[in-house]
């Protein structure tokens, strides 16, 4: 079995790195690429400098990313000012997500079958085990197909086009990157847990407890520094966990786990745009500072049209691209206006069936 994991694996690799080589040819893109990459090439590189900068070093960059300005200095140092080591760091990255995925979604199946329940009761007769583990080969080995076409529509989807060709769009593939990482560590730790074994062995096995959580929250905290999109990850954690059998899981300490590695963003994302003469509120998109603007305010008011609005725009957006990971067309480089509407009750009905689909399970 391990075996068919590897070539599977080694399949997603190939795949992934082949259907991008023709972005290995292209240039650097006059939107952001450029500006970018000739601000990396003219600063001095200090770590202190990309986690809070000064007013002279702000850099002009309003995101405060400083994981995806790491990425630059590193390519700047190996490629100079060659585009093609730029993209071939994307489409790596891309590829390594690939795998990542194929991972996530095994476990994740796993966790929503019976093979997690069966593994809970293993006896310490060896024949018991071996039966066990002969009935639920055949599970497994289906969780491990599904999982691969899974991360083979992950790699192939047109969506990911952008983040790959595009060197600047770097920040969503590490994003992506720390998050699976996040999520494969946490699955991890919950498996561990799961599993009740009859040994000596229960020190080792709270350390790798320990290590995973750790890795996990820190795969959040870099995840962070390379786009704040994955902000509420503790709050996905929690609605999965939410959603398992288990009742004895611990769900309110899942923000105590993630909270010190959020924190630690906040503030030196806050020390940082305070050093660099830009506000917090400024550091936000357009459209970010006009949904949090009541709250920030504190605008008692506005507060019921706030949630309001924010549950529009978030359902919206969901019913947004799952249409979009169905059928993709047409494809655009930036999106300025949908139908709220229409999306909005495409993703309030797909979300709610999921979400019973998922609690059956």
């Given at each position: ?9 080694l ?9 991008y ?60 000012d ?23 979604f ?11 329940n ?13 039966s ?32 790959v ?29 799961n ?166 399970k």
């Amino acid at each position: 079995m391990k075996l068919k994991v590897i070539y599977k694996i080694l399949i997603l690799l190939i795949i992934s790195l082949g259907i991008y080589y023709n972005s290995l040819y292209g240039d650097f893109f006059n939107i952001d690429d450029t500006a970018t990459f000739e601000m990396v090439k003219s600063n001095s590189f200090r770590i202190k400098d990309l986690f809070i900068p000064s007013q002279d070093e702000i850099f002009g960059y309003v995101y405060y990313r400083p994981f995806f300005i790491f990425s630059f200095y590193g390519d700047y140092l190996f490629w100079g000012d060659e585009p093609f080591g730029y993209h071939l760091h994307n489409i790596i990255v891309h590829a390594i997500n690939t795998i990542f995925s194929y991972l996530f979604f095994l476990l994740l199946i796993e966790s929503y079958t019976t093979i997690n329940n069966e593994y809970r009761v293993l006896s310490i007769d060896e024949e018991t085990q071996n039966s066990t583990l002969n009935q639920v080969q055949g599970k497994t080995q289906n969780s491990s197909n599904l999982a691969f076409f899974a991360a083979l529509l992950f790699s192939l989807h047109p969506l990911q086009t952008e983040a790959v060709n595009w060197i600047s769009a770097r920040s969503d593939l590490y994003a992506t990157f720390f998050l699976l990482l996040a999520s494969l560590s946490y699955l991890l730790n919950s498996k561990i847990s799961n599993t009740l074994t009859i040994s000596n062995n229960d020190r080792r096995k709270d350390l790798r407890k320990t290590l995973f959580l750790l890795l996990s929250g820190f795969s959040y905290l870099l995840s962070l520094f390379s786009k704040e999109n994955t902000l509420f990850f503790p709050l996905i954690v929690w609605g999965f966990e939410k959603m398992k059998s288990d009742k004895d899981n611990p769900h309110k300490d899942i923000f105590i786990y993630f909270s010190p590695f959020l924190l630690i963003y906040l503030f030196l994302r806050y020390s940082s745009l305070r050093s660099g003469g830009v506000s917090f509120v400024a550091s936000f998109s357009v459209l970010q500072r006009h949904l949090f603007q009541p709250l920030i305010q504190l605008d008692i008011h506005s507060v019921s049209l706030y949630i309001l609005n924010i549950s529009i725009h978030l359902l919206s957006s969901l019913g947004f691209y799952y249409k979009k990971l169905i059928y993709p067309f047409p494809l655009n480089f930036a999106i300025y206006k949908i139908d709220e509407e229409f999306y909005g009750v495409i993703g309030c009905l797909i979300t709610v069936a999921l979400t019973f689909s998922l609690r059956k399970k």
